[in-house]
């Protein structure tokens, strides 16, 4: 099991665009891809204080573990969903002390219970739809894949980026229905990550979530800063 520090010297916000919301009452979904290091010690510690800082009415924390099975391609079906369920479970007994600090009510949303969610299904369908007859969605899509192939091919020459590709999109025809639009259908007003959103999550906001759930879906991305070690004395 991996461990990671936490020093309590970074600071997270979610930049200069969310200044101008009213996050007090609202409800929010922390996404957690496990294995990032951003959803690890200090910086999850960072985004735990932003969150009781903001105030929000209620926080699911989505742990989106078995949505992982996708990227682990030269191993089984079988073997891959039971590697992704296992770093689920790990990942939530590492940081249960920090997850203990939140102040606002919160609940664990794991990945499995979203695909069991009876929303979902209308939702993908219309995200495979979307996929099959949309130019402009599988262009964003296929663009979104695009890039993390040649992060792949630049960590591994040799990788067999037509398998990869197969898994990439699974893995969005998987996650997109769920973050945009589930999420927003059932009344989160912000979705919370590290990173901001893919072509695919933009497209799969405008098309399904901007007429239709105004207001809801908003994304927020988190920003990192580490604080000088001199004003953590004085602080």
Known sequence: MNSYLVDGRTKANFGEAAKKLTLAGTRAILLVSVGQRYHEGDKLRATV????????KQLTIAVAD????SNYIDASPEQAYARSLREGDEWLERNDKILGQLSVPNE????????KDPDYPQFRQRIERAYAEIAEYRQAVDSTIKKFIDRLTARTPEADTEKAFKGCLEYLIEECPIIMPMWAHQGYD???????MTAAMAESQRLFVTTEYPGKGGWLSLRFK?????ADQLA
């Open 49 to 56: 204080e932003l969150v009781n800082r903001s105030e929000f």
């Open 190 to 196: 912000h979705v919370i990550y590290p990173q901001p």
């Open 66 to 69: 078995t949505l992982q099975r």
């Open 226 to 230: 580490k604080r000088a070690a001199a």
């Open 108 to 115: 664990v949303l794991r990945w499995d219970e979203a695909l």
